[in-house]
């Protein structure tokens, strides 16, 4: 798959078949992620790959993510804790996570994988359950696993998005 179509068919999964990943699999998302560009190459991301069945059910209880429970691998994105007293530090942290998160993505994508996205809310299950340390906060999750349905990633007539011409700005608004 190119890198073109993998973007464009690219869409939230959040409904997966009960089938494991192959550990090559789970490995080649987890070094998208590892390798993604970041400010400064501060690379301020840690993941922690949970595949166990259990483990997952309770990761979904943290957050409002049943599909976590369902998946073949949820990747808990860890970074240290976000100080929104330094703006220019927050969103830089935000937009480095980002880009792991895209890259683990496209490359699921490209293996036939789909993925969701979710935001841990309580944080203090997520600890007790994942024993991340106390310098470190669990900023995103991504859930992975086979489509409900293999058509499921491959998009369907146009996006839904807004007209290009309304958001590209050419050389001012």
Known sequence: MN??????????????????LPDDVVERILEAGRVAQSSRNEQPWDFIAVRDRERL?????SGYYPFVA????????TTPPMDVDKPLNFAMYLF???QAAA???????????????GR?????????????????????LIA?????????????????RRPFDDVVHYETW
């Open 57 to 61: 059910r309770q990761l979904a209880a």
């Open 144 to 160: 992975f696993g086979y489509p409900e349905s293999d058509d499921m990633l491959t998009r369907k007539g146009e996006p839904n």
């Open 70 to 77: 369902q998946s073949g691998l949820t990747v808990v994105i």
């Open 3 to 20: 890198v073109w179509d993998a973007i464009y068919n690219k869409r939230a999964i959040r409904a997966f078949r009960d089938a494991p």
């Open 120 to 140: 841990v809310f309580k944080g203090d299950v997520a600890r007790e359950l994942l024993a991340y340390p106390a310098d470190k906060e669990a900023t995103m």
């Open 103 to 117: 890259n683990m993505q496209l490359a699921a994508q490209e293996l036939g994988v789909g993925s969701g996205l």
């Open 96 to 98: 480095d996570v980002g």
